[in-house]
């Protein structure tokens, strides 16, 4: 089946404590992107990539990492992660970056 | 900058009422324009798309027409169902290719529709 994965999906954690959100999809996409979703916000872009070993900020990239070292996966880190980075994290991945995005179930994260 | 705006929620219809929510969008260029739905605990799902002036998407009974001249995509449907009851999201891409934010994906704020029997 087709799909983009996401884990952990639930993650309680403190101030501080380093933690990476995984994101693999199976499609062979080019295109893949983290979002984060705020009540009364919508979803923001935080990074994307448009292919292996090429990644690029989107409009909330501070306090987060990537990387894209495979085709198929697309790790978010938060190195020191803030109370302001709890929120619901949504990966996408598109075959081209002009073509539908797919979204995975998404990481509920709180941060202590 | 590109910018996405929805009407405020939450909506609640009862079983078989017409839905609309509004959407409206500021872009530069010729933007394609998405909804997507989040049923609860979700991850967002493509609903309908158009990728240019004056297509209309439609999927699952409901529509929405690309308006430049209003820069408007409307989302309606003419008989709701409780199966509805989710979180609809409008979005638009950019539309210029080469440009930083090709590809990105600008949301608007999400609209809860609630169905009841």
């Known amino acids: 089946e087709a799909q983009v994965t996401q884990n952990p999906r639930y993650l309680i954690t403190v101030t501080g404590k380093k933690l990476t959100v995984t994101c693999s999809q199976n499609m062979n996409h080019e295109y893949m992107s983290w979002y984060r979703q705020d009540p009364g916000l919508g979803l923001r872009q935080i990074y994307y990539?448009?292919?292996?070993?090429?990644?690029d900020k989107g409009d909330v990239p501070e306090g987060y990492k990537v990387s894209r070292k495979e085709k198929r996966n697309f790790p978010l880190i938060l190195e020191s992660p803030s109370p302001n980075q709890t929120s619901l994290y949504f990966c996408?991945?598109?075959?081209?970056?002009?073509?539908?995005?797919?979204f995975g179930p998404g990481t509920r994260l709180l941060v202590l | 900058g590109d910018s996405v705006t929805q009407m405020e929620g939450p909506v609640t219809l009862s079983e078989e009422a017409f839905l609309t929510i509004n959407c409206t969008y500021t872009a530069t260029g010729y933007p394609s324009l998405f909804w997507y739905v989040q049923y609860p605990g979700e991850g967002l799902q493509l609903l309908l798309k158009a990728t240019k002036a004056d297509d209309k998407g439609s999927n699952k009974g409901f529509e929405a027409t690309y308006r430049k001249e209003t820069t408007s995509f409307h989302l309606e449907k003419g008989s709701v169902q409780v199966s509805d009851s989710a979180v609809y999201f409008c979005?638009?891409?950019?539309?210029?290719?080469?440009?930083?934010?090709?590809?990105?994906?600008?949301f608007g704020q999400g609209t809860i529709l609630t169905v009841h029997p």
């Open positions: 990539s448009m292919n292996v070993e090429v990644t």
């Open positions: 979005a638009l891409r950019a539309g210029t290719a080469g440009g930083t934010s090709y590809g990105k994906l600008t």
């Open positions: 996408a991945s598109s075959l081209m970056i002009q073509e539908t995005q797919y």
